[in-house]
């Protein structure tokens, strides 16, 4: 499976951005989709993580209500609408999929396949 990701940019607080993370190659196996944020000199964190054949969707704390992940199967896309952004959502934002069926993956390690990343910058 081959993600890749685009829609990143420089914005400023309170603007708004749309991400998409493409899938292709057997996709048809993905259980799970998620973003994923690095800011510089930290970990990579999830930010949102999605059932691919589903609606369930999970936020971590700091983007609930700001933030909507989505997917649209018949395009192998996953979305990520970001609003209201803040100067702390700057980061490079990755995708990720896996096929394996976990409880709760929220670490890098619980995803197979990632894309390269766009870089999403909020300035104040």
């Known amino acids: 499976v081959q993600l890749g990701e685009s829609g990143g940019g420089l914005v400023q607080a309170g603007d708004s951005l749309r991400l998409s993370c493409t899938a292709s190659g057997g996709t048809f196996n993905i259980v799970t989709m998620a973003w994923f944020r690095q800011a510089p000199g930290e970990e990579r964190k999830v930010v949102a993580r999605?059932?691919?054949?589903?609606?369930?969707?999970v936020y971590t704390d700091s983007v609930k209500g700001r933030f909507t992940i989505s997917r649209d199967n018949d395009k192998n896309t996953a979305y990520l609408q970001m609003n209201n952004l803040k100067p702390e959502d700057t980061g490079v934002y990755f995708c990720a999929a896996t096929p394996r069926e976990r409880w709760r993956p929220n670490h890098p390690n619980d995803f197979d396949y990632w894309g390269q990343g766009t870089q999403v910058a909020v300035s104040s």
């Open positions: 999605i059932i691919w054949n589903g609606s369930t969707a």
